[in-house]
């Protein structure tokens, strides 16, 4: 058995300059930019999970009738789970330095590769605008305290936002976009600056909540509703496992993705120790901020306020303002442009990698972002968990399986590098395209389809059966389980190509490649 390259010689790089399937972009990082430590890694998940959605996740799910440590479990326990597929697919990232939509062409073809780069992208879209939203309402709150007719202004009937809301929608969207237009070092520096910088922000305001209410409030001795005696006795797990979905859902997206960043990592250990210690405990804390917050408000001010920003609203210090808007900006945006832009602008890049760059990339996201209307998306609290969150993670859930399933079972972890860029290596299966990934991935969905027809009102659930309406809620479990099978099967019954390239001499498919471009 051949070793394993996991880089790419200076001459197989000049040789793949020709290759329609390369750019500076896609390449594998070179051994001697492979720095991140476990830290880095801790870094990252403390910087992304530490913002305003995490604060408020746990709301709908209070609002739901859990009470607030069934809420917290919830949160924790999702994130767990979402850990497992994270670090499995980080693995190839680690190892051969290559960015999420170049580990796709393996299972699904150097052509099929745009299907799931395609579809998280979308995705990352939806979240960017939810992000810039936030951000950009958080500027318009603040500004109502200083300017109190901006309150007051009549919102429009086909956007459902009035005009000052929009204009700091647009404000925060253009500032998101002179990050991106800056670089890649320009966001790492966001990233270091905004871990600490909330951080402290969510604990100042715990240790305010408890000073001011005397303690942390009703919210913490308030019964689950699902308790014998109350409202929803008896229905705990009705509710636990859709909202077990959508908690594993909201960060289905990195858990695909996660190469983007793990091709920087030094080693395997320093991937998964990192990842382990900054993902499930940061969301756990920063939700349980949430929680107590919001449940010191209802004794300081005779009312729940949820949203971090109405809180900070309520201060008159203008410094206090000026100094919270800042942070909270800093906060989302970085956020946003970790989690929600460097991965979609390669996807979109990967499209066309000749005439697609990172920043036109992240242009396209922008633009799509704002088209989906966020404020829309997270208008209803019901209807972000259901709706928005289980109904991506009922696509996510089985590409994962399938990438998950074709690098660990199929290929053992062994992946001819040079070839992932090669229009005819042995990764273009049937004219670019897998039809066992694409067929596994369409079998993966059909599952959860009719139950979220259902849940968006164009499907009659008489006609569809309770059986199929309720898999919807266990939507990225069994889209993830089905696509993983049917991969399997799939590649039984067919063959994976034979290299038709070697690991270290990729010049004859090049030459063919380049012949045909």
């Known amino acids: 058995m051949p070793a394993i390259q996991t880089s790419l010689t200076q001459s197989q790089l000049a040789q793949l300059q020709g290759s329609k399937l390369f750019n500076a972009d896609l390449a594998p990082v070179p051994p001697e930019r492979r720095k991140w430590r ?15 959605p995490t604060y408020m996740l746990a709301s709908s799910l209070i609002g739901g009738g859990m009470n607030w440590w069934q809420a917290i479990l ?17 693995h190839a990232g680690t190892r051969y330095g290559i960015p999420f939509p170049v580990y796709c062409r393996a299972a699904f073809g150097t052509q099929g590769a745009n299907v799931p780069a395609l579809l998280r992208a979308l ?34 009937r086909a956007f459902g936002i009035n005009f000052p ?30 871990a600490p910088l909330l951080i402290v922000l ?48 909201f960060w289905a997206t990195l858990s695909l993705n996660i190469p983007d960043f793990s091709r920087y990592a030094c080693t395997q250990r320093d ?62 945006l970085a956020t946003n442009i970790a989690a929600n832009v460097v991965s979609p602008a390669n996807d979109f890049a990967h499209l066309a990698p000749r005439r697609i760059s990172f920043r036109l990339g992240g242009l396209i996201t922008g633009l799509i972002g704002v088209a989906m209307m966020p404020w829309k998306l997270v208008a209803d609290p019901s209807g972000y968990i259901f709706n928005w969150l289980i109904a991506y993670s009922a696509l996510l859930g089985p590409i994962g399986g399938i990438l998950i399933a074709d690098y ?42 009719p139950g979220f027809l259902v849940q968006v009102n164009l499907l009659d659930p008489a006609r569809v059966g309770t059986f199929l309406v309720g898999l919807y809620h266990y939507a990225w479990f069994v889209g993830f389980a089905v696509a993983f099978l049917a991969y399997l099967l799939g590649r039984i019954l067919t063959s994976l190509p034979r290299p038709t390239v070697a690991l270290d001499q990729p010049q004859a498919a090049l030459e063919s490649a380049n012949l045909e471009t």
């Open 165 to 194: 809301q929009f204009l700091c929608f647009l404000f925060f969207w253009g500032i998101n976009m002179l990050v991106v237009h800056k670089g890649i070092d320009c966001i790492r520096w966001l990233l270091n600056l905004k």
């Open 271 to 332: 991937q998964v120790i990192g990842q382990a210690l900054g993902l499930p405990l940061t969301m756990a804390l920063y939700s349980f901020i949430g929680v107590a917050v919001t449940s010191a408000t209802t004794i300081i001010y005779g009312q729940t306020i949820w949203d971090p920003v109405d809180v900070l609203t309520r201060f008159t210090n203008p410094v206090v303002l000026v100094v919270a808007m800042l942070a909270l900006c800093i906060a989302t």
């Open 38 to 52: 476990y830290g880095s890694f801790a870094a990252l998940w403390i910087s992304m999970s530490a913002c305003i």
């Open 408 to 449: 660990f079972v199929c290929r053992r972890c062994r992946l001819n590098l040079p070839a992932l860029y090669l229009p005819d290596g042995e990764y273009r299966f049937t004219r670019g395209f897998s039809v066992v990934a694409l067929v596994a991935l369409a079998m993966g969905v059909l599952p959860s389809l």
């Open 123 to 156: 995705v990352a879209c939806g979240w960017f605008g939810i992000q810039t939203w936030i951000g950009g309402n958080a500027i318009y709150k603040i500004m109502s305290v200083f300017f109190p007719s901006l309150a007051y202004a009549t919102a429009s």
């Open 74 to 90: 919830t949160i924790f326990l999702g994130n767990l789970i979402v850990l497992i597929p994270m670090v499995l697919n980080a």
């Open 202 to 249: 969510g604990l100042l305001l715990l240790a305010w909540a408890y000073r001011g209410a005397g303690g942390f409030g009703p919210m913490l001795s308030q019964p689950s509703a699902f308790d014998p005696g109350q409202p929803k006795s008896g229905h705990f797990f009705a509710y636990f496992f859709p909202a077990l979905t959508g908690m594993v859902g």
